[in-house]
């Protein structure tokens, strides 16, 4: 792991980034961008933006067709909540099963060690979440799964959580119990990075805002994002 240059302190830098999905399709181009130890930046922008098609990049699920990612903390310390795990067909497995198989690319072993079983303990109970250990996932409302899927990409204890609209299909207390849960984990030292479409939640909660067009439009601290809108900070 070497020091990046241009960007003291990040744990991932992208340089000169582009992604074309077709010769027709180019979703992003020239993307400069750091996240830094600590950041909770929320990525912004319109729909078809290409901000999906950006936090794969960072996860490393697509390719950019141009540029580079360079990271500076393990591959294995990002936790990744897509979009798509808000849909997760009704499954039979238990959300102590569920919440554990987080764990399962640091675990060798057949069996869960005890340590792993202590810290997915620990969780459910920061979490508010031990009461349903025992239930099927199937059985759970939309907060209450949401919530489970953030224990289960917690489990690994991650450097870097990127969530892609955590809100979504969520009602205003489980989006505020979401929201400060997260306020907290970052406050502990989680770095975060959100894409996000709830803009009173960046205002309360992000410390920095990017926002692209296909590239880059903004991307500094929130107080300076609000100047951009003609908002007091
Ligand atoms: N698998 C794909 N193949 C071809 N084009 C794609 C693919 N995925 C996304 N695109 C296109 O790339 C562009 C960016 O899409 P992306 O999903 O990244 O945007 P987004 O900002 O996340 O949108 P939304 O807010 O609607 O989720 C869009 O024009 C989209 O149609």
Not at 42 to 58: D, F, P, Q, R, T
Not at 87 to 93: E, G
Request: hydrophobic residues 40%; charged residues 20%; contains cysteine.
């Amino acid at each position: 792991m070497s020091d990046p240059n241009t960007c003291p302190n990040a744990i991932i830098e992208l340089k000169n980034v582009g992604l074309a999905y077709s010769a027709s399709i180019q979703a992003l181009h020239d993307i400069n961008l750091c996240l830094h130890q600590g950041d909770y930046l929320c990525l912004l922008g319109n729909n078809g933006a290409g901000k999906s098609s950006l936090v794969k990049i960072i996860v490393g699920l697509l390719c950019p067709t141009q540029g580079s990612v360079h990271y500076y903390i393990d591959r294995y310390a990002i936790s990744y909540l897509p979009q798509e795990s808000y849909h997760l067909p009704s499954m039979p497995a238990s959300v102590w099963e569920v919440v554990l198989s987080g764990s399962q690319h640091k675990q060798h072993a057949f069996f869960y060690s005890k340590e792993i079983k202590e810290y997915a303990r620990k969780l459910l109970i920061d979490l508010d979440l031990l009461h349903l250990q025992h239930r099927s996932m199937s059985q759970l409302s939309g907060g209450q799964k949401r919530r489970i899927l953030l224990a289960r990409s917690l489990i690994s204890k991650p450097k870097l959580l990127i969530l892609d609209e955590p809100n979504a299909g969520l009602d205003q207390q489980a989006t505020a119990d979401l929201y400060q849960l997260l306020a907290n984990l970052n406050e502990q030292g989680l770095s975060i990075l959100m894409v996000s479409h709830d803009q009173d939640a960046v205002k309360k909660y992000a410390k920095n805002v990017v926002m692209i067009d296909k590239t880059i439009q903004f991307w500094g601290s929130k107080h300076f994002w609000h100047l951009n809108q003609g908002d007091k900070p």
